[in-house]
């Protein structure tokens, strides 16, 4: 196969194209600056276009991971503003892009988030639930949105509505550890909001998944099928690391150092389904948190 990856260096894009190559796809790289090694990259500017468009022809899929990086530093408007603009623009340029492709590919798989739902308490959410009203709903919603030009042109697509990803390598995980491995770790506010997570292997294991299922289009969450409260993740993690975790961080604190990010990314409930991906048949390799995190931090 000939995939092209965005987000190809990021966390989950790293996973993937390790796997893809080692399942012998020739992957291709939507890059932002070339590297010494062009053989395998396209240029494109997320805001403007991609450069040579033409090299688009013959790909078997597509997938989407590119984006600003949600949690670091406080929301100021002009970093909401790139978060949206990567995001919303970006996907709108490249799903045109790829409509507009004489020999179109079969699927085109791009990120979304389950911020999408905005925070619910425990209501359950599966991909039917309606979306939420917060800046992060509506950056995902949108984001969503901007693929509607690939489907119409008849390409599979498919939305990934990512969980919190947990890896030793980079992302949620790796942030709390310090603090935790210290002892001074702890639930965030009141603890009982929702968290929704998935392991880097699942990730990748249901990008795969989604790549070889042609009846899946549409929205997927991409979460493992065990959501637990950020107090039931705190004493989890701090198990798995044989480490107290009796310093709560009140919400007041949280909301003083991240400001709107504290209420609508870190406090947020959550509790969602993987609906779609169970009744396809997908199988979690780490579909509990205790397994996960062991097998994570023993890398």
Same mark, same amino acid.
């Given at each position: 196969?000939?995939?092209?990856?965005?987000?190809?260096? &990021?966390?989950? %894009?790293?996973?993937?194209?390790?796997?893809? !190559?080692?399942? $012998?796809?020739?992957? @291709?790289?939507? *890059?932002?600056?070339?590297?010494?090694?062009?053989?395998?990259?396209?240029?494109?500017?997320?805001?403007?276009?991609?450069?040579?468009?033409?090299?688009?022809?013959?790909?078997?899929?597509?997938?989407?991971?590119?984006?600003?990086?949600?949690?670091?530093?406080?929301?100021?408007?002009?970093k909401k503003r790139r978060i949206r603009e990567s995001r919303v623009v970006g996907t709108k340029i490249l799903a045109e892009a790829l409509a507009g492709l004489e020999r179109k590919p079969s699927a085109f798989l791009s990120a979304s988030a389950i911020g999408?739902? &905005?925070?619910? %308490?425990?209501?359950?959410?599966?991909?039917? !639930?309606?979306? $939420?009203?917060?800046? @992060?709903?509506? *950056?995902?919603?949108?984001?969503?949105?901007?693929?509607?030009?690939?489907?119409?042109?008849?390409?599979?697509?498919?939305?990934?509505?990512?969980?919190?990803?947990?890896?030793?390598?980079?992302?949620?995980?790796?942030?709390?550890?310090?603090?935790?491995?210290?002892?001074?770790?702890?639930?965030?506010?009141?603890?009982?909001?929702?968290?929704?997570?998935?392991?880097?292997?699942?990730?990748?294991?249901?990008?795969?998944?989604?790549?070889?299922?042609?009846?899946?289009?549409?929205?997927?969450?991409?979460?493992?099928?065990?959501?637990?409260?950020?107090?039931?993740?705190?004493?989890?993690?701090?198990?798995?690391?044989?480490?107290?975790?009796?310093?709560?961080?009140?919400?007041?604190?949280?909301?003083?150092?991240?400001?709107?990010?504290?209420?609508?990314?870190?406090?947020?409930?959550?509790?969602?389904?993987?609906?779609?991906?169970?009744?396809?048949?997908?199988?979690?390799?780490?579909?509990?948190?205790?397994?996960?995190?062991?097998?994570?931090?023993?890398?």
């Open positions: 196969m000939k995939i092209l990856v965005s987000g190809a260096s &990021g966390l989950v %894009g790293n996973a993937v194209v390790g796997r893809l !190559s080692s399942r $012998g796809a020739h992957v @291709l790289r939507l *890059v932002r600056k070339p590297s010494p090694d062009q053989s395998s990259e396209i240029l494109w500017n997320p805001q403007k276009g991609i450069e040579a468009a033409g090299k688009l022809e013959g790909l078997d899929a597509v997938i989407h991971l590119a984006g600003e990086p949600i949690a670091e530093g406080r929301w100021t408007e002009d999408y739902y &905005g925070s619910r %308490g425990s209501e359950i959410l599966t991909e039917e !639930s309606r979306p $939420g009203d917060d800046f @992060l709903a509506e *950056v995902c919603r949108e984001w969503e949105e901007a693929t509607t030009p690939a489907a119409r042109a008849g390409i599979r697509t498919v939305q990934m509505r990512f969980g919190i990803i947990l890896s030793s390598k980079g992302g949620a995980l790796t942030k709390m550890l310090m603090p935790f491995k210290l002892g001074i770790g702890g639930r965030l506010g009141s603890g009982e909001q929702y968290m929704s997570w998935i392991a880097i292997d699942d990730v990748v294991g249901v990008v795969e998944h989604l790549l070889d299922t042609d009846s899946l289009s549409g929205p997927v969450n991409t979460v493992a099928p065990s959501p637990v409260t950020n107090r039931e993740f705190t004493k989890a993690l701090g198990d798995v690391l044989s480490r107290p975790t009796i310093f709560p961080v009140p919400k007041f604190a949280m909301r003083l150092a991240f400001g709107e990010m504290a209420d609508v990314a870190l406090l947020a409930s959550q509790r969602v389904e993987p609906a779609r991906l169970k009744a396809s048949g997908y199988v979690f390799k780490y579909p509990e948190l205790k397994e996960a995190l062991r097998h994570i931090l023993k890398e």
